[in-house]
């Protein structure tokens, strides 16, 4: 009976319509009512990511994509360059190891944006690189790092882009085309405002041509049985049928909104999350933080138990720290299927948490200072 | 507005019960609340798979789980026998030999069950084999092999026996460990009855062995991580969580009516649907037709047309063949959510459609026929 609030970087909430979709009966997937479907979703994803390019769906966590993204791109042997400023960053590098690939890190300390200066000095330093991977936002430190930049700098050489928006695709301004990103890779419980199980790539012509050359072997993740598929609205291999038909629904939803319209939305609620923390006395965590998830430090003596009390008091699940940073920071998300009131809801039981477990805080005052921005729009 | 009647072997239908589970608001997936429903998930696979090993979930198709059981167990230049009779039987040659793995065929053709005694010549021939692969249920023919007897035979030799046992699990006798079965791969939406997007593998301490020597590189699926996480009531990535919410639901409808009174009910539907077709004039197909399909020849004139009619006049759908049994033989499912009346909506409207395509049958007698066997029990 206890009422939930989740205020977590994903899964996020979703809309009653998207997941009442999954409940329906179900359709076979080799049939014309679900190519139908497929195909909306597909046309969806393209509004979302800003591409020209198809972006191709399969059944798995995020993690799967990225690794999509790895194994047929290189070679065994071949150089890459990974920046890293968190967790995620560090999970290219992790998989881009297992497959014998060798990796450059330009990677920051967490906290940190990636510097696109050092990635065009690494590029500049060896002309073998055959790609570049990096993250959009961060979630385990809250960071965003500058895309467009990065993609300006690739272009320009023979190496191939790829970054792991999972976390801020639909939350924050991302142009797949516009910002020369060549392989995109995203998950559906993010910012699209789905259920987890689904993931996304696209792949640009550039990505294509290298893809060519890739010779670390692949069956599941092999993309060019997606491309094959994707030309009859099928998918290679059994697609989760239900969350692609909720998919259709939150993409629909999406694009009603407006794209632009969901992003000026976030950024107002990342507004008004940094005024609360701050007036509540909590330090901002992070170089330059994004639009879909706000991190804070807490006190050390009270850091390991604001999450749990949170939740098993009022029901309201944030996130905290992740690695090094755990119960150092909180993570505060906006993203998805979260709204001013929901923010709200967040701050107003954070106060008293913060009150209970001893810290010297003024009720209230989080939540006036967000109220504030909220109202300034 | 058309109403759907689903009789395909996977997607199954999906009680009404644990669709909506999946609807539910979504939880975060590291909760205590989510352990607890993972635990109980888990508890119930133990229970369908028939063994004491775990069995550990990932977001993903069937096949996800099959190329899990091919990286984990096995190096490049590995040697194994692969005893298969069918399209899914194939794809365990075309994931092994993608992964430089050395595979000695001991497959039957189409239609007929693979012989035990084979793989007992093939392995005494080769000291060197480290695992035999096959199918429990090959959907693509209806046939069933004798997983049993395949299991004394590996069970005497140092090779890891691994069963796809996606499309029968549930559906017919099938008992992991008293079979000696090591490794066993399934997915979510078949005789589980659930959407699909999960999927399942358990592993015995000689597949841990044998695990031990494995050189192929894997990230996402490699099963050391997910055992990890597996102690911890988790995931070592996000997994799809409203699935799981719903399969915990379904394995407790399942334990609920005990898993040997489901294996009851689809035999007899399996027998009713075997009289169904002799009834009518169809030639049943396979060699030992399996009890969670069924399947039969169709004159070839008309052969392409069934599917496509049943499902457009009358939203009944069936599958045809795959391969080189396409437009060859029908394939009527009793898996999953399907009752005694869903098989007899689906032979009243193929007397229809039979009929209407200018096929000489006598209308009701089909229905009869499986009436008859229903009644008697």
């Known amino acids: 009976m206890k009422k939930q609030y989740l205020l977590t970087p994903g899964p996020t909430p979703i809309p009653p319509e998207v997941a009442l ?19 909306d979703a597909a046309e969806g994803l393209k509004y979302v990511f800003q591409t020209k390019n198809d972006v191709y769906m399969l059944a798995g966590s995020g993690t799967g994509a990225m ?47 990636v510097k696109p200066a050092e990635i065009e000095k690494a590029l500049k330093a060896n002309s073998n690189i055959k790609a570049v991977y990096t993250t959009f936002t961060e979630t385990s430190t809250g960071v965003v790092n500058d895309i467009k930049s990065i993609g300006e700098i690739v272009a320009k050489t ?5 970054v792991d928006s999972i976390s801020g695709l639909g ?28 993931a996304f790539i696209s792949f640009s012509e550039k990505a294509w041509k290298l893809a060519e050359t890739s010779k670390i072997p692949k069956f599941y993740y092999d993309i060019k049985k997606y491309k094959k598929s994707f030309a009859s609205n099928e998918t290679p291999f059994t697609p989760p049928v239900t969350l692609i038909v909720a998919l259709r629904e939150s993409l629909r939803m999406i ?38 998830v706000t991190s804070a430090k807490v006190p050390e003596e009270i850091g390991g138990k604001i ?53 010297k805080i003024e009720k209230g005052k989080a939540v006036a200072a967000a109220e504030e921005e909220l109202i300034k729009g």
Not at 21 to 35: G, N, Q, V
Not at 158 to 162: C, E, F, H, I, M
Not at 257 to 282: Q, S
């Open 21 to 39: 979709k999954e409940a329906l009966p179900i359709l076979h997937h080799r049939t014309s009512e679900f190519a139908a479907i497929y195909k």
């Open 67 to 113: 690794e999509m993204a790895v194994v047929n791109l290189l070679s065994p042997g071949d150089e890459i360059i990974v920046a890293s400023c968190g967790n995620f960053g560090d999970r290219w590098i992790k998989i881009a190891e297992t497959y014998g690939v060798k990796v450059t890190s330009v990677s920051v300390p967490w906290g940190n944006a």
């Open 158 to 162: 023979n190496a191939v882009l790829v």
């Open 171 to 198: 939350g924050q301004e991302f142009r797949t085309d516009e910002w020369k990103v060549d392989v995109n890779v995203c998950g559906s419980q993010k910012g699209l405002m789905l259920a987890p199980g689904l």
């Open 255 to 292: 694009k009603e909104k407006g794209i632009e319209n969901m992003w000026n939305d976030y950024k107002l609620l990342a507004k008004a999350a940094r005024a609360g923390m701050k007036a509540i006395g909590l330090e901002l965590f992070g170089e330059v933080p994004c639009e879909v």
């Open 307 to 359: 999450v749990k009390t949170l939740r098993e008091k009022y029901g309201v699940s944030i996130a905290g720290g992740q690695g090094d940073l755990k119960g150092k920071i909180i993570r505060f998300a906006h993203m998805g299927y979260i709204g001013k009131a929901d923010l709200l809801v967040g701050f107003a039981c954070l106060e008293m948490v913060l009150a209970e477990l001893g810290m």
